[in-house]
């Protein structure tokens, strides 16, 4: 990390779990664990119901609230979803958007995240962009041509300035939820051909100011390691994040990392 030029980000992405009482009792549990957190954002991005409950359990604290996705019309006929304008009334902060289980599991293609992106900047939200190879992909040696074409497309038409606002999550598909890790070497590798893209893309002014996350099994066993990469900014973290002591430990080693 190099936290002169950028934030560092530990976010949790609780996915599909934690009623609103275990939601409660979770961020309760968190919040003196992080309160004396100064140079790492701490994010909590909750399911939908349990947005009201995160934001008025953490209201005065460190802990900063995001959802995990967001639709990219304002309003209309779209029933089921929920717009970025709606979560930015709320005082949600924060919205993952492109997840590899959105785009595997309910058709999103980088067209509706760029869709999504945009959408999410207009209504004053930072979003969270994910993006990662298949293991398929990896392995036919393919991964920084499936990465610039994510990162060419997700942000098409985004300026510099709102490109500043966003967070670059790299989770190489085949080490989520699967308990594989890329290595920190091969994190810090991806985290900066990301960087380097991003600097032909804008600049490499630009390109510095990014928050690039790893997320794909960070844990509280290798977050130091991982972190201690010039351009891991933090990570994205599953279900270590619905632990608080491992939630915890992952951010202090970004804290003193």
Not at 24 to 30: C, D, G, Q, T
Not at 76 to 90: H, N, Q, R, V
Not at 113 to 134: M, Q
């Amino acid at each position: 990390m190099n936290k002169n030029v950028r934030k560092a980000v530990i976010a949790g992405n609780w996915k599909m779990n934690k009623t609103r009482p275990e939601a409660k009792a979770l961020l309760e549990e968190l919040k003196p664990m992080v309160a004396d957190i100064k140079n790492v954002e701490v994010v909590a991005c909750v399911p939908f119901t349990n947005l009201e409950t995160a934001l008025a359990v953490t209201e005065g604290t460190n802990i900063k609230i995001g959802a995990e996705n967001c639709h990219f019309e304002k309003s209309g006929a779209f029933t089921g979803e929920i717009s970025a304008d709606m979560l930015a009334e709320m005082g949600v902060e924060y919205v993952v958007l492109g997840h590899s289980e959105r785009r595997q599991y309910f058709a999103e293609t980088d067209e509706t995240v760029n869709k999504r992106t945009v959408a999410a900047l207009a209504a004053g939200l930072k979003p969270i962009v994910c993006v990662g190879e298949l293991l398929w992909e990896r392995e036919c040696n393919i991964t920084e041509e499936v990465i610039a074409r994510q990162i060419k497309l997700d942000f098409f038409g985004i300026n510099a300035d709102d490109l500043k606002k966003c967070i670059i999550a790299y989770e190489p598909v085949w080490a989520i939820g699967t308990g594989k890790t890329a290595t920190a070497d091969q994190a810090e590798e991806v985290c900066a051909f990301i960087r380097a893209t991003l600097a032909k893309l804008y600049s490499a002014e630009v390109a510095e100011a990014v928050t690039i996350q790893y997320g794909g099994s960070m844990n509280a066993a290798n977050a130091a390691e991982l972190v201690s990469k010039t351009n891991v900014d933090g990570g994205l973290i599953g279900g270590a994040s619905l632990k608080a002591a491992d939630f915890t430990t992952i951010i202090n080693a970004a804290e003193n990392g």
